[in-house]
């Protein structure tokens, strides 16, 4: 039997999901087009109900468009791919994929431990809905005696590696130890690694959530969530949730990000260099404090990267030894950087993280300094860093407005 010639996800991403042959002519396109459906025809009832017992025992079956045609298994194969899972479940955003997973894992009377450094909308799922439908959530830092906090009707631990703002490493290896010692299920969000550099299943997760709209997608166009497992018993509780909530995304977005996916490995190796590249050029700036960026050598959690990643991305946050209005005046003086709040897309970015964002991060230890978070984008290096420079200028008041 010849050898599977495949042995590296850069080449998988290339040959995963694409257009199958035509038996009849022997050709097919190279990517596969955006199947719409509504409605599926069966040849019979036959046909239909065996469809149905495929579905029911957790395998991907289509009786209706909205549990999507062949655009749509061919992104969730990719998933599979990516993280190193059986079973991937599509969602119309990240936020989205989060929730399933809360629904899917938490009943009324449940707890489960949550890592504060979590993407913010996390907090308002809790307040909005969490608690009103009787599920307790207790957030903690990486800090914290977990044993502690375990309670008899706790079933979820959920976290997100590296975290949201401050981008800290968790030591997901110990904390699958602790979650499988407590019977717990262990749920990551892998947003910034999106299986391409960092994949949590493989470190011990039951769980990993990918927001597509980032990376995977890497233009800004789409929305997409993914939700990802190699457990079969936390497959069908996710299978039978997002079936009941009616969950749907389009054709067209799971066709992008199929095309945007492609183009992954090379994006994100940009990325991460490009990132790289701007570190060094702020750590030499008096106006910076810390760089907060685990594939920096000066990072905390640069060991635990080490270990545990595979690469890196463009995300890094920056701690400024400047007042709220300076930092500001920073923010604003940016001229190629977009103010906005997603990333994973060609362009540089720039968020100013507010005192109530970081009130909720015990890693902050910044005190009454700025923090901004930066995407870095596939511009050229050089020009970004002399925009990062006239803006610190400007901040600084060593250059007039």
């Known amino acids: ?18 257009a199958p042959f035509n038996p009849q002519t022997g050709a097919a ?8 459906a509504s409605t599926v025809r069966f040849q019979n009832l036959d046909a239909l109900e065996a469809t149905q017992r495929r579905k029911a025992s957790g395998q991907r079956a289509a009786t209706y468009g909205r549990m999507g045609m062949d655009t749509h298994a061919a992104l969730e194969q990719v998933f599979c791919e990516l993280e190193g899972g059986t079973h991937a479940y599509l969602a119309s955003s990240g936020m989205s994929g989060i929730t399933l997973v809360m629904l899917s894992l938490l009943s009324a009377g449940d707890h489960a431990l949550v890592a504060d450094c979590v993407y913010g909308p996390v907090y308002e799922l809790d307040a909005a809905l969490l608690k009103r439908l009787n599920i307790e959530i207790t957030y903690f830092s990486a800090d914290d005696d977990l044993e502690s906090l375990v309670r008899p009707n706790t079933r979820l631990l959920y976290v997100e590696s590296p975290g949201s703002l401050l981008f800290q490493m968790l030591d997901i290896p110990a904390l699958a130890a602790f979650a499988r010692s407590h019977d717990l299920v262990l749920a990551c969000d892998n947003t ?39 457990d079969a018993e936390v497959a069908q509780r996710l299978n039978r949730t997002q079936y009941a909530m009616g969950y749907s995304i389009s054709a067209d977005d799971a066709w992008l990000a199929l095309r945007g996916v492609r183009t992954l490995p090379i994006r994100m190796a940009q990325h991460a260099n490009h990132a790289l590249q701007v570190c060094e050029f702020l750590a030499g700036r008096p106006e910076v404090a810390r760089i907060y960026h685990p594939a920096w050598r000066d990072d905390t959690g640069h060991a635990l990267w080490q270990r545990d990643c595979t690469g890196s991305n463009g995300m890094l946050a920056v701690e400024l030894r400047l007042s709220p209005e300076a930092s500001r005046r920073f923010v604003d003086a940016l001229q190629l950087f977009g103010i906005g709040f997603s990333w994973g897309g060609f362009e540089s970015l720039v968020q100013w993280v507010t005192r109530g964002e970081l009130a909720r991060h015990r890693y902050w230890t910044g005190g009454d300094h700025a923090l901004v978070r930066l995407h870095i984008g596939l511009e050229n290096p050089a020009d970004v860093i002399a925009d990062l420079s006239q803006a610190l200028d400007q901040a600084s008041g060593s250059q007039p407005q």
């Open 192 to 230: 910034w690694g999106s299986g391409y550099i960092y994949q949590p299943l493989k470190l011990g997760a039951h769980v990993s959530v990918v927001a597509g709209t980032k990376y995977v997608g890497g233009h800004s166009d789409l929305m997409l969530g993914a939700v990802v497992t190699n």
């Open 1 to 18: 039997m010849a050898k599977d010639p495949v042995s590296h996800i850069d080449t998988l991403l290339q040959h995963t999901g694409t």
């Open 29 to 36: 396109p190279v990517n596969l087009p955006s199947m719409r």
